[in-house]
């Protein structure tokens, strides 16, 4: 067991999901004390009643030794960062944000240098695992950050992730990390799809598939993690078809701006947009499975008409 018994700070994490969730549970846990904010008010009471506290923004903020963003994109970073009611202008100077969401390295670099204008720390600390690790403290993070920003981020990243990857002194470098986790968490998800509705559409049972395919050569993580959604019919997000329009969008743009072909997540891209188009953008991201199942006609399981 990991060893979290340090100085309890005070932390504010904003972005209460199935990820932010977990990751303030956590650290409550650890034994800090731990501000949540979300628009979504039911996910505050909840961490309230697992013994977290709530508070007027600008009243508490002073009182934050560490910052965690666990929101959905580049756009709500800088808003909660410097919006008009952006936190950064109410911290302690030396406080530490640490940023968790998949953005594009420049814009990494950009909200670090902003921070340190006001002498805050920065750390770039995009996050991988899942809710289920998310919930146990055993996210891997990739980091990058100044020697200080990772010194008193230590304690916060100590409670949430059991695999801290350090990569350098600078912002971006997690970052960079991230999309090229992305690019492959995407295409591996796509094609779990294309395999399950590949096998389904040769009279294969999809439970039956992922039970013999996760142990043969051609498994991944995400076809092991994601095909028990599809093959029970069960598209609850855990992490939606628009986190990967966004994240491999990012892939995308990053690669158009480096001259470097990138076909494979490209297609991959233009599955998961399919599927957003189709109305099923706030689904798992599994439910790319139904455009795959569109195009050949068949039902997957659950007794759905793929339309």
């Known amino acids: 067991m990991k060893d979290t018994q340090q100085s309890a700070l005070t932390i504010g994490v904003f972005g209460l999901g199935s990820m932010g969730s977990g990751m303030a549970n956590s650290l409550l846990k650890a034994g800090h004390t731990v501000y949540g904010f979300d628009p979504h008010?039911?996910?505050?009471?909840?961490?309230?009643?697992?013994?977290?506290?709530?508070?007027?923004?600008?009243?508490?903020?002073a009182t934050f030794d560490i910052v965690v963003l666990v929101v959905v994109n580049a756009l709500q970073t800088e808003t909660v960062l410097f919006g008009d009611n952006g936190v950064v202008q109410w911290l302690s100077p030396d406080a530490t944000v640490m940023s968790c969401a998949t953005v594009p390295p420049d814009f990494a670099r950009t909200m670090a240098a902003r921070c340190a204008k006001t002498r805050v720390n920065y750390l770039d600390s995009p996050i991988s695992g899942?809710?289920?690790?998310?919930?146990?403290?055993?996210?891997?993070?990739?980091?990058?950050?100044?020697?200080?920003?990772?010194?008193?981020?230590?304690?916060?990243?100590?409670a949430m992730a059991d695999k801290v990857f350090e990569l350098g002194n600078e912002a971006g470098t997690g970052s960079a990390m991230k999309v090229v986790n992305q690019l492959l968490a995407g295409v591996h998800i796509a094609a779990a799809a294309e395999a399950i509705t590949f096998g389904i559409s040769q009279g294969i049972d999809a439970k039956q598939c992922v039970e013999v395919i996760s142990q043969?050569?051609?498994?991944?993580?995400?076809?092991?993690?994601?095909?028990?959604?599809?093959?029970?019919?069960?598209?609850?997000?855990?992490?939606?078809?628009?986190?990967?329009?966004?994240?491999?969008?990012?892939?995308?743009?990053?690669?158009?701006?480096?001259?470097?072909?990138?076909p494979i997540a490209a297609t991959s891209l233009q599955q998961f947009v399919a599927a957003s188009g189709m109305g099923h953008g706030r689904e798992d991201d599994s439910a790319v499975a139904k455009v795959y199942a569109h195009q050949a006609g068949i039902k997957l399981p659950g007794n759905e008409t793929e339309s």
């Not at 920003?149 to 990243?157: H, I, N, Q, T, V």
């Open 130 to 158: 899942g809710s289920v690790k998310a919930a146990s403290g055993d996210l891997s993070i990739m980091a990058s950050g100044t020697p200080e920003a990772f010194a008193r981020a230590r304690p916060a990243l100590d």
């Open 216 to 262: 043969c050569a051609g498994t991944s993580w995400m076809f092991e993690n994601r095909g028990p959604h599809i093959a029970d019919g069960d598209y609850t997000p855990h992490s939606s078809v628009e986190i990967f329009v966004k994240d491999l969008g990012i892939v995308s743009d990053i690669a158009r701006q480096s001259r470097f072909a990138a």
């Open 41 to 61: 008010v039911p996910a505050v009471e909840a961490l309230s009643k697992a013994g977290g506290c709530a508070g007027n923004l600008q009243d508490v903020s």
